[in-house]
């Protein structure tokens, strides 16, 4: 395989992901503001922080509002991580992979597009934001099933997952660390029936709440919420599992390969240093510090896997 066609899918499902959880992030700061009426537009400040599109936004805009970050994350043409340009980017990597797709996930990939594009073809009310939202996270699913339903199971599916898992890590992190953001004005918040009620929003962001449900009952707060999220091997969003997927296709594209490349190396370190431990050690050490070191350690193993795409030229 070709490395551009390893780029071309890796870019391709990081951006199906990142505009499916740029999606659940504004929900996140949807629900996170009706527990804060106080607060106002202001709190919109949180979401753009822990999307890592703050900066970008003030150089726009002289100060935040919630229609302008709302816009801003959903459809803004300057913002490369907004919903629809990432999945312009989406699918304009597919169309360039094309002969490496099966035809059901090329045609639910165009019809996200189609989709999308015609729904942020204009701002979106507030009235219609819960539907949108929907519909991206909807389509976005979508691809990812005809992709697990119809592609085999050779390096193609391997670069594609490494893309989906590095995305989703990061985006795991953010959503915990929009906590941070939320709490650092009024650190008297913890403990409360607010924090618990964003402590809920925290795990609906990530489709967890069900699954938090099964596993604790109707007990468990704060810690036992970040260990789900952060520790536990069998919840789809955590970033244990996500790392866990990193490492089996990794090992899968490493074989044959003398010694051990650079990417598979650091996935090992990121899981010793920082999965590898209690939650009661997170904590200790500070969940925004936690969250920061790992988002370091992610962005750095994604620079590398590109590196390592020089394999497959």
């Not at 989406?90 to 639910?108: I, Y």
């Not at 941070?180 to 009024?186: D, K």
């Amino acid at each position: 395989m070709l490395g551009k066609t390893a780029g071309g899918l890796f870019w391709m499902y990081r951006y199906l992901e990142r505009a499916e959880n740029t999606a659940r992030l504004i929900e996140a700061g949807q629900r996170i503001a009706l527990t804060r009426l106080e607060a106002g537009d202001a709190e919109w400040t949180s979401i753009l922080q822990a999307g890592g599109v703050k900066s970008a936004f003030d150089e726009e805009y002289e100060a935040v509002t919630r229609d302008a970050a709302v816009d801003w994350m959903l459809r803004a043409k300057a913002n490369p991580s907004s919903v629809l340009s990432c999945i312009e980017a989406a699918r304009h990597n597919a169309r360039l992979v094309r002969t490496a797709l099966t035809g059901e996930v090329w045609g639910a990939t165009n019809a996200a597009y189609m989709k999308i594009r015609e729904m942020l073809a204009r701002k979106v009310s507030e009235r219609d934001l819960p539907e949108v939202l929907r519909e991206v996270r909807q389509h976005t699913s979508l691809v990812r099933g005809m992709t697990h339903g119809t592609m085999l199971r050779n390096e193609i599916y391997d670069f594609v997952r490494l893309g989906t898992f590095l995305e989703r890590a990061d985006n795991t992190a953010r959503i915990l660390d929009v906590k941070y953001y939320v709490l650092l004005p009024s650190v008297s918040a913890v403990g409360t029936s607010l924090d618990n009620v964003q402590w809920e929003t925290i795990l609906r962001a990530v489709s967890a709440r069900g699954g938090f449900r099964m596993e604790y009952g109707a007990g468990g707060g704060p810690a036992e919420i970040t260990e789900f999220l952060v520790l536990n091997k069998r919840m789809p969003r955590s970033l244990a599992f996500c790392i866990g997927k990193l490492r089996s296709n990794l090992s899968y594209l490493h074989r044959g390969v003398e010694g051990q490349l650079p990417s598979m190396a650091m996935v090992d370190h990121l899981e010793r240093q920082y999965l590898s431990h209690d939650i009661a050690a997170v904590f200790e050490r500070g969940l925004h510090e936690f969250i920061e070191d790992i988002l370091g350690q992610l962005g750095q193993i994604a620079r590398q896997v590109e590196i390592d795409f020089r394999f497959y030229e």
